[in-house]
């Protein structure tokens, strides 16, 4: 398979506090690095053509022109790969960009698990680990009937209770059949699905993840689901580093992934 990273922010994403992070200054650095494919994704919402379910200042402020915007830093020729896709949202049942605009990318990233976004993805209410699973079960599921997501960003990872003791008991309630029927959907929907390099923290073998994120990704690739490599950074320095820590070269060994499991536009 290629190198590839198809989960790149710039400082297009109002998260990134990079202002370095440009395309240029990515491509310097991915040619250093040995890369041939990188995939930028700023979040992003269709805020024109799609309402969004409640008031969100931050994305309200990125929008589909804004994450376009970034064509203009692409070089004709700089010898890599570039693709443009975005990082959406799938917030209260409704996913964040119009068939006319997902139209006009390489590709649509969606994350389903953006849970520390309260009263968008997640409801107050759902705060227990068996409530938080069944939630990323249910949007996991609702999110790859829809054919909108070619890649589901970073699966099953609870951002703001992906940490030690909540990771273990939200993974609890995420047993191998319930994720069996999950994955097998995706496979049906053709809904490609993300290894982020970042949700591990520098270290793929730790065992907190054997029965929890490598689990669950091991199930996706069972299931017959495509997979992307990405290292959702958000500065040129996290990039550096997730790639001269070899974790593209880890998370393959790791799980096998072979051209096999590879969604095309890794190949
Ligand atoms: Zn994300
Ligand atoms: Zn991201």
Redesign the pocket.
């Known amino acids: 398979m290629k190198f590839h990273d198809l989960h790149i922010h710039t400082h297009l994403s109002l998260c990134s506090e990079d202002p370095g992070a440009t395309v240029a200054n990515y491509l310097c650095r991915a040619r250093e690095l040995g890369l041939e494919v990188l995939g930028f994704t700023d979040h992003m919402w269709d805020v024109a053509n799609v309402p969004l379910p409640s008031p969100n200042p931050w994305y309200r402020q990125q929008d589909f022109a804004r994450a376009m915007s970034i064509r203009r830093e692409i070089p004709r020729d700089s010898g890599i790969k570039v693709l443009v896709g975005v990082?959406t949202e799938f917030a209260q049942g409704v996913v964040g960009i119009s068939p006319q605009a997902a139209s006009e990318l390489d590709f649509v990233l969606v994350?389903h698990s953006?849970i520390h976004m309260l009263d968008f993805v997640r409801e107050r209410s759902v705060v227990s680990p068996r409530d938080v699973a069944a939630h990323m079960l249910k949007t996991f599921e609702d999110l790859v009937s829809r054919d909108i997501a070619t890649i589901v960003?970073?699966p099953f990872f609870p951002l703001s209770m992906h940490t030690g003791e909540n990771l273990v008991q939200i993974y609890r309630y995420l047993p191998d059949g319930a994720l069996e029927h999950a994955f097998g959907l995706a496979q049906e929907h053709r809904a490609a699905v993300e290894v982020n390099l970042s949700i591990f923290e520098g270290n793929i073998q730790a065992p907190l993840y054997q029965d929890t994120y490598l689990r669950m990704l091991s199930i996706a690739k069972r299931m017959g689901c495509k997979f992307s490599i990405g290292s959702?950074s958000h500065s040129i320095q996290a990039f550096d580093e997730t790639y001269r820590a070899g974790m593209f070269e880890d998370a393959v060994a790791i799980l096998g992934l072979t051209d096999d499991n590879m969604v095309q536009l890794a190949l």
């Open positions: 990082e994350p953006h960003a970073h959702d």
